[in-house]
């Protein structure tokens, strides 16, 4: 029983060592440097020979004088086996043939005719080929470098040689056999050759194994034999001779190539997440590794695994938890703060009659239509009835409305100046030339006026405006690269009149503040307020960081992005790091009451720079429009002028407009009227215009408005 059992244990461990053994027997595997190698092999050469000494050869015809040097060139072929005694030192036996042969030259002076000096030139063409055996033992001198010395002994095989003597000097002549050339022999045998021919190797070597096992090796090779043997007996002749080539050599008891390896590695990773603070860095920690390694050996390839087992620890920020919370007080005229309110704005309808500003102005150094100004394909597309009722609006259009006014009045014909500013482009008249041929080509192609309605005036010399913004900046430059649009017909310039528009006059309260007390504090980036009325947006802001307590005035532009009786909703929204955010939202309550009183507008726009001279176009639009005013109305006259240069130049220059204007009224004024000449606004927006950032902006804001008041 005791037996059986321990068979049975024997047996369960051979089978658990079984693949342990398995994977073992790969690292047996016997290896080229465990074994010394047997080789053959053969070279190719390039062969370089070098004879030198001092003979002549005693069958042939000369005398004299002896043979120095000669070289030549030739392959050379040999054949080897090569033993390895230890892994530094081998011996090779070499078989090689080698053509050794040379032509040499030498001169000799002579007497011709008696006592004439010649000089004949002995030439010897010695054909021979060298087979024989060299025995080398070459020595690693580092892996891969060998060096090679020896010994090799061989025989001169089939030796000839051609020689004659010719007459180099004089010119004319010849010896006595009526020839300049003389003791020729051709192709003759040459005899008493030294055999064995001796000499001493020496050589370089560099060994490139071209398989893993060493089966094969190339090997560049560098060999120099010295010549211990005269060629002919009895004569100073040696020869050298310089190989330079590269030997094969066949391991025949090179071991089996190792089976390739493949090393492979596999990684398992757990995480264990532990949270940090929102605003920290998400970092891992990289846990210690388990290495499990797993061999397969085939006859083709082992394969070994390793597979790395370990936990990480990450350590990651959640995103942050914010709120939003937002409450609207109204902010009163005297300052006391409301919780509950409603926006009431008083209301009344206006009439208005827009100015045409008949500029059209380019970019720097451009003679294409600024993107400011609506163009359309096709002057279907253009409706005057969608025009807003603002001065930037009317101007946007200019382009249409002249073209339209010009379809329908086919008599008018218009002269266009082009103009360029002094500064920045120098006046230019072909730049001038080339904008109003922009707007001429533009009221032709579109509209459909003809070319001969539209003059464009050819500047010659300085085709800067006559009345130039002389303002050393880009606000005065640009105000000067335009095109003017003169007429003597009235009717193409008159006012675009705007009918029974609702416009808002006041609104209490006149500013809200919005607390967003409750919001959250940490985390946040930036904020934003915007507040609509249906898919209107009637005011936003926005900014960095926690939001703090915002104050947005109500002015009665705001106000007329209103609908009476929907609330205005306003909405917060706050965004914090790792793209979290969170909004929250109130509401205003809007009435609009509108008044018993109606008002009637003229906005004049033709005030050139600095000026208060009332235009022929703006006395003929101010009498116009006084002959329609009911007698008891109230009007009003004020004076506007941009917020450029010097503020109480303008205040004075608005007055003098307005001055200008009243007295112009009181000329054509036939009834009875409550004329206010005295309200000037130097420090705010005339109506209509938002900002001073364009020219056409600023031109616009150069006027004197006439408000009537009167009962509906």
């Known amino acids: 029983m005791k037996h059986s059992l321990l068979r049975q244990l024997l047996v369960a461990l051979s089978l658990m060592f079984l693949p342990l053994v398995a994977a073992a027997q790969w690292w047996k595997v016997t290896r080229p440097e465990d074994v010394w190698l047997f080789q053959v092999g053969m070279s190719a050469d ?10 002549v050869l005693p069958q042939a015809p ?3 004088v002896g043979y120095t040097s000669a070289q030549s060139f030739g392959p050379a072929i040999s054949a080897f086996i090569r033993q390895e005694v230890t892994k530094t030192f081998r011996l090779t036996l070499r078989g090689t043939f080698a053509p050794y042969s040379g032509t040499f030259e030498t001169d000799e002076n002579i007497f011709v005719s008696g006592a004439t000096e010649g000089v004949t030139r002995h030439t010897l063409d010695a054909r021979m080929s060298w087979l024989g055996g060299e025995f080398l033992v070459d020595v690693r001198l580092f892996n891969p470098m060998r060096l090679m010395l ?33 003791n020729e022999t051709v192709n003759a045998e040459m005899t008493g050759l030294t055999s064995p021919q001796l000499g001493a190797v020496i050589g370089l070597g560099y060994d490139i194994p071209l398989t893993e096992n060493h089966s094969v090796i190339l090997t560049p090779e560098v060999l120099y034999t010295i010549g211990l043997s005269d060629i002919v007996e009895g004569q100073d002749w040696k020869a050298n001779m310089l190989r330079v080539g590269a030997s094969i050599a066949l391991s025949l008891n090179a071991p089996e190539p190792p089976t390739p390896v493949e090393r492979r590695r596999e990684e398992f990773v757990d995480s264990v997440i532990v949270d940090i603070a929102p605003d920290a860095e998400r970092r891992r920690v990289a846990g210690s590794e388990r290495i499990v390694t797993d061999t397969v050996v ?28 937002i409450a609207a007080r109204a902010v009163e005229a005297s300052g006391v703060l409301k919780d509950v309110f409603t926006i009431n704005v008083s209301t009344q309808f206006i009439t208005e009659a827009l100015p045409i500003l008949p500029v059209v102005f380019f970019e720097a150094q451009s003679i294409s239509l600024s993107f400011r100004y609506h163009q359309v394909a096709d002057s279907k597309e253009y409706n005057a009835a969608n025009i807003a009722p603002r001065t930037t609006a009317v101007h946007r259009e200019i382009l249409n409305i002249v073209g339209e006014r010009m379809r329908d009045m086919p008599t008018t014909s218009i002269r266009l100046r082009g103009t360029s500013d002094p500064t920045t482009e120098g006046a230019d008249c072909d730049l001038a030339r080339k904008r109003a041929s922009a707007v001429k080509d533009y009221l032709v192609r579109v509209w459909g006026v003809s070319a001969d309605r539209i003059a464009v005036e050819s500047g010659g010399g300085s085709c800067a405006p006559e009345r130039a913004t002389r303002q050393q900046s880009e606000e005065g430059y640009s105000e000067n690269r335009r095109v003017e649009i003169l007429t003597n017909d009235l009717a193409l310039l008159a006012s675009v009149a705007k009918r029974r528009f609702n416009e808002a006059q006041t609104v209490d309260p006149p500013k809200i503040m919005f607390d967003p007390h409750g919001t959250s504090q940490q985390y946040l980036t930036d904020w934003s307020l915007e507040a609509t009325s249906g898919s209107t947006v009637v005011f936003s802001q926005s900014g960095k960081g926690v939001p703090g307590q915002i104050t947005q005035v109500l002015t009665p532009a705001t106000a007329d992005l209103m609908q009476d009786g929907k609330p205005v909703e306003v909405k917060l929204k706050v965004n914090a790091i790792r793209g979290v955010s969170a909004s929250a939202t109130t509401q205003l309550a809007v009435r609009k009451d509108t008044t018993k009183i109606e008002l009637e507008r003229l906005t004049l726009t033709l005030f050139d720079v600095a000026s208060d001279e009332i235009t022929p176009i703006a006395e003929e639009q101010i009498k116009t429009f006084i002959e329609n005013v009911p007698a008891g109305s109230t009007v009003v006259v004020r004076g506007y002028a941009d917020m450029l240069g010097n503020a109480e130049f303008n205040r004075k220059l608005s007055q003098k407009r307005a001055d200008a204007v009243c007295a112009t009224i009181k000329k054509h004024l036939k009834k009875r009227v409550d004329l206010a000449c005295n309200e000037i606004r130097t420090d705010r927006f005339p109506p209509g215009i938002e900002s001073y950032a364009t020219p056409e902006e600023r031109f616009l804001s150069r006027t004197v408005q006439i408000e009537v008041k009167r009962g509906k």
Do not use: W
């Open 150 to 182: 020896g010994i090799s002994a061989g025989t001169m095989t089939q030796p000839t040689f051609t020689q004659e003597e010719t007459l180099i000097v004089p010119g004319t002549g010849t010896f006595e056999n009526g020839r300049r050339v003389r």
């Open 62 to 64: 000369t005398c004299c």
């Open 46 to 55: 390039l062969n370089m020979v070098m004879h030198s000494g001092d003979f």
């Open 298 to 325: 085939t006859t083709e390839l082992v394969t070994i695994t390793d597979r790395a087992y370990r936990t990480d620890t990450v350590f990651s920020p959640p995103p942050p938890i914010v709120t939003a919370k």
